[in-house]
């Protein structure tokens, strides 16, 4: 590691300057030269996204894939429901980390679209009589759309205000479905709207749904974060006022990702009732689905796409392996975040590709065939720099 | 006069919400930081007050001494050991640590505590009354927690105002590194906020303790009445946060009159009406930054 420095530090800690240059470093692509300022010679480099490690890494994704595709042949019920729960927590994750490690936005307020995900399920399932695959999809989009008035409000607030503000709002969301007879009231509500189906294929079908909707998720995150709207949000992580200065139009970009952040929550909550058919108003919106969400994502490794993965996977393991200890194992879990978020900003995820040179998911560019730099010179995400032979 | 009382009632009420915001404001005001730990800290607070009463058999005002500084010690520790550094990193680092403050806190107690709801005994001090009129009647408890909220507030004002601490601390606010070159030692500084902030609200705790059940879960509804009070008052403002108090108090309480259910859900949309029509607060002190 100590080999990489220079290199290594442009990497994990992505700063302002960086980010500027590789907006311009995106353009020069299709020449695939860079005009270097004209007092110094022109420097001839090719940009690549992908390398032999994301090549690698999706293969071995793909693999992966096609074995939980297989789920409802190979596994029992049980293991297949909670399954379903990891893959809860990765769209989930997903969602909070596009939130907060590319919009710059915490919030512990996130239930409040779990909760309406679970409701759309309750809602437009059981008492519109939609079927609940279709009902879930439908509380989605509905959480989209409320999410963005709510942004009208909450987005007056930053930092940590704008967390408990979230909050508020997911507060309110519980005490008016409380108070909505038709869904169920205090007392909650019993999805029936999977009827006829039997419990092998409701499970299998939810199995699939779940499956599904993480590819879906985390897809879409991938392709929105190689995106030009994804480089403006990486613009935004790194320094909102530089970006806005560039031109990225930092209020919409937030919202969209705001948006996008509810409807993952909003799926999460769906699949969740789906999996246990029983709804209540505590629970689906219990601040417990945002503290996972930021366990998952604090662990993990904020601001990536492996991350939260990473985070979702060991979550579920310890879940598992360490409920025997009750209260002590959120104990723990909070420790951890304190110690990662203090000593290893960039969670498992960072520690484990060594400073981003190990990439599933190719955000950002590099530039081979640098005279003075070494070829591996890269970036996590779109902090790859034109500047880097001054620099070396 | 069912309305009048509940005036009254909310108003104290409202005292109460300054005295558990107070601390939040004074940590904003001073490191910007903002505390997810805040509610948790109160009840903790209560949990002493159960140590010191019902374990130790000691009396009340004990209590209420003895709280506020197990807490201000562990606000030191806390300022020093972790929130110095989480300041100096900046950006989401400070909200995130003092989440995982919160969580560990929260299990802690429920290990320690069991999850089982508590109160403080107060005997005749918890139930006596003063009747003023006919349906009015007004509580020596809900009046005396609503006075140590003003009190606080004024004490913490003129402490920042008229002491040489709390000039240090609003140098140490404005511009830390000519604070340093003034000869102020910042993260002295800080930490001595954070251990004033917590004094209160470990004062604020025994107050609930004796006015509620509570459980190591009740922190969260803290949190959230201290953080509106806070936003409707207006950032970095005690008398903002005061008059927040007042706003919400009065508000949860002509609530419940209306329906027992709605008393939270109509102080909650009171703060999102003032989000949306005066997003700086009632006495805005600061620019929201």
């Keep these: 590691m100590s080999a990489q420095t220079p290199a290594q530090q442009s990497a994990t800690e992505p700063t302002p300057k960086p980010t500027a240059g590789s907006t311009a470093a995106a353009a020069p692509e299709k020449g695939g030269a860079h005009a270097a300022p004209s007092d110094t010679p022109t420097v001839r480099a090719r940009v690549r996204r992908a390398s032999l490690s994301s090549w690698i890494g999706a293969a071995v994704m793909l693999a992966v894939l096609a074995v939980l595709a297989m789920g409802p042949y190979v596994f029992d019920r049980g293991l297949q429901q909670r399954l379903v729960l990891l893959f809860a927590l990765v769209v989930m994750g997903t969602a909070w980390n596009l939130l907060a490690g590319y919009g710059g936005m915490v919030s512990i307020g996130q239930q409040a679209f779990v909760g309406l995900g679970a409701y759309g399920l309750v809602y437009f399932g059981d008492v519109l009589g939609l079927s609940p695959f279709v009902a879930i999809v439908v509380g989605v989009l509905v959480a989209g759309l409320v999410s963005i008035p709510i942004s009208w409000l909450t987005f007056r607030l930053v930092g940590g205000y704008f967390a408990i503000g979230t909050w508020v709002v997911a507060e309110v969301l519980r005490l008016v479905v409380a108070q909505t007879d038709a869904v169920g009231g205090g007392a909650g509500f019993t999805v029936r709207s999977f009827g006829g189906l039997d419990a092998v294929y409701r499970i299998a079908f939810v199995y699939w749904f779940g499956l599904a909707g993480a590819v879906v998720m985390v897809a879409a995150t991938y392709l929105l974060m190689r995106s030009r709207l994804g480089l403006g949000f990486t613009a935004i992580r790194d320094d909102a006022v530089a970006a806005a200065s560039l031109g990225v139009r930092v209020t919409l970009s937030k919202r969209i990702v705001y948006v996008v952040a509810a409807m993952g929550a909003a799926f999460g909550g769906g699949l969740t009732a789906a999996n246990t058919l029983r709804v209540q108003p505590d629970s689906a919106f219990s601040i417990s689905f945002t503290v996972a969400m930021i366990f998952v994502v604090v662990i993990g490794g904020i601001g990536s796409i492996e991350g939260p993965i990473v985070g979702a996977i060991v979550y579920w393991v310890l879940q598992d392996q360490l409920a025997q200890l009750g209260s002590w194992y959120l104990v723990i879990l909070g420790a951890i975040v304190i110690a990662v978020t203090l000593y290893a900003p960039r969670g498992l995820w960072g520690l484990v590709s060594r400073g981003g040179r190990l990439r599933p998911f190719p955000v950002g560019y590099r530039l081979l065939d640098l005279p003075s730099a070494p070829s591996r010179t890269t970036a996590a995400a779109g902090a790859a720099a034109p500047d880097t032979p001054e620099r070396n | ?289």
């Design chain 2, 1 to 289: 006069m069912d309305w009048v009382n509940a005036l009254a009632q909310g108003a104290l009420l409202g005292g109460f919400y300054a005295l558990l915001a107070a601390g939040l404001s004074l940590m904003f005001g001073v490191m910007r930081i903002v505390n997810l730990a805040h509610g948790l800290l109160a009840v903790a607070g209560a949990y002493v007050g159960v140590v010191v009463v019902e374990d130790a058999g000691l009396p009340l005002w004990v209590a209420l001494v003895v709280a506020p500084l197990v807490l201000a010690g562990f606000g030191y520790l806390l300022q020093r050991g972790f929130l110095n550094r989480a300041v100096d990193l900046g950006g989401l680092v400070p909200v995130l640590v003092t989440f995982g403050v919160a969580v560990i806190l929260t299990n802690l107690l429920q290990e320690w505590f069991t999850a089982d709801s508590q109160s403080l005994r107060s005997g005749s001090f918890g139930t006596a009354s003063v009747q003023l009129a006919d349906g009015l009647s007004i509580g020596l408890l809900p009046a005396v927690t609503g006075l140590a909220g003003v009190l606080v507030v004024a004490a913490l004002q003129w402490f920042l105002a008229r002491t040489r601490s709390g000039r240090a601390m609003r140098a140490a606010s404005d511009d830390p590194e000519v604070a340093r070159l003034m000869g102020i030692n910042e993260k002295h500084v800080y930490a001595l906020a954070t251990a004033i902030a917590l004094a209160t609200v470990g004062l604020a705790g025994v107050f609930l303790g004796m006015r509620t059940q509570f459980t190591p879960g009740y922190g969260d509804l803290v949190l959230i009445f201290a953080f509106e009070a806070v936003i409707i008052g207006g950032l970095g403002s005690l008398w903002g946060t005061l008059l927040g108090g007042l706003v919400l108090g009065v508000t949860q309480s002509l609530g419940s009159q209306i329906d027992p259910a709605y008393g939270f859900l109509i102080g909650h949309l009171v703060f999102l009406a003032v989000l949306a029509v005066r997003p700086a607060g009632l006495l805005p002190k600061v620019a929201v930054a």
